[in-house]
């Protein structure tokens, strides 16, 4: 970086110019240490900035997609904390960054529509900057669109480079013009960076980054990279600091969990590595996603009946019902496979929430194909399901298959699936109504103060009477009534 180059956005003198330069060419080389050396140079700049705008900076990151992307909000989250910037949920901030999701092409828009109202309250703003993450940037043309069309973007950068989101922030800082920063793919893992956890008692925890399956409908192998998984020591260490920290619940992250493992050195099973999990004393909960048909093993299934920390629940992704249009998602499972998996499922863990993801709408999908999907629900039984109509992806190999599926017909197979799906789910749901259950209090009652709500282990809703101070902690509850989505209850002392 040349001096001519530094911002701007600060009003530095010469000779701070020189300093920060000098600084930034001081920086080590290894990391975490690099990272938080750019924390501490960034602390400086905040300070800087905060005293020319009279009052402290804040930040407010705006998360798109998946719970991957909720978990690298809270990354991002930390290290501008550090940075000395405060936590705000508005985006009349000093520092917005959205962390995109490309998964559809709606994820997508919405990105574009919400950067024009931004940029409103930039020009309103002298000290505001505006950050763009994610899958979303991954995808050549949209850095295009944004280089040509979004230039009061101060940053953009991708998922593989977001551990160095310390160093971007300062150079984004000091430089006048928009900086990019994107790399095609990374096998580095950078353990250890802060973190600013959404919740006291509960976390996501990554276990592994990237997808090697090639869907072919899916964008996720293409901006999230080859599988890396994390070594099992940092993992259980991570879950063990978090623990202290007073996390009872955590959920371990990755697109596939179940290949958990097979690319490290020393091979691991994600069965294993959860029975290593379910050991540390003081977690009490325990849930994963997402799973892959493919690769769920008799041995996770068995480690799922065995041990009462790992949850009642199961997110096992659908995607068809059609044998043959699973084949051309590449999915490598046939409609008899995943039902004999739900029913193998289902002996080892009784009573067991099975939830899924569908895909209305596939290139070539007949009515024939769709019937057999919904076949697929009405035999499973979900009490929950995310229903999607399919988005053309480019780059993916569905993207230019022939037969795509007229949008009229997609609509009316995808109202006939969510109307299946609700019906069954408004049956399946109350199937615990008198029971007693453990639940976790996530926080109070966003509509009555006299009221808390937490969570089952089936990942269910219910609201009981209760106050702050029991937020956090597991309590036995008696269900009184099932409200479809959610139970009304009240605690067992
Ligand atoms: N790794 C996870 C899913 C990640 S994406 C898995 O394999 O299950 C989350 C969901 O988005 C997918 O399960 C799929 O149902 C949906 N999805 C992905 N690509 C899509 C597309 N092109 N159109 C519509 N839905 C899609
Ligand atoms: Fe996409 Fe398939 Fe990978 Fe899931 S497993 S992220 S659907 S490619
Ligand atoms: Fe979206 Fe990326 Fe997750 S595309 S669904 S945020 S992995």
Redesign the pocket.
Known sequence: MQTQDLVGIITYGDEMKENILEKINQAPDTEPERQYYFMELAKELVEEKSKEAGRKLTFCVVTFG?QMNARDSEKLEGILEHAGYEKSEDEHSDFVIYNTCT??ENANLRVYGRLGNLNRLKQKNPHMMIGLCGCMMQEPHVVEKLKKSYRFVNLVFGTHNIYKFAELLVQSLVQKTMVIDIWKDTDKIVENLPVDRKYSFKSGVNIMFG?N?F?S????PYVRGRERSRNPKDILREIEHLVEDGVKEVMLLG??VNSYGKNLEDPITFAQLLEEIVKIDGLERVRFM?S?PKDLSDELIEVMGNYPKICNHLHL?L?SGSTKILKVMNRRYTKEQYLELVEKIRRAVPGISLTT???VGFPGETEEDFDETLDVVRKVRYDSA?T??????SG?PAAVMEDQVPADVIKVRFDRLLKEVQTISAQEVGRLTGTVQEVLVEGMNDHDPTLVTGRMTNNLLVHFPGDESMIGSLRQVSLDTCKGFYYMGTERK
């Open positions: 998946c998964v559809r997808c399956n869907c409908y899916c964008i996720v697109q596939n997402t892959h992704p995607q993801d569908i895909i995310f999607f109509i399919y988005s053309k992806r993916t």
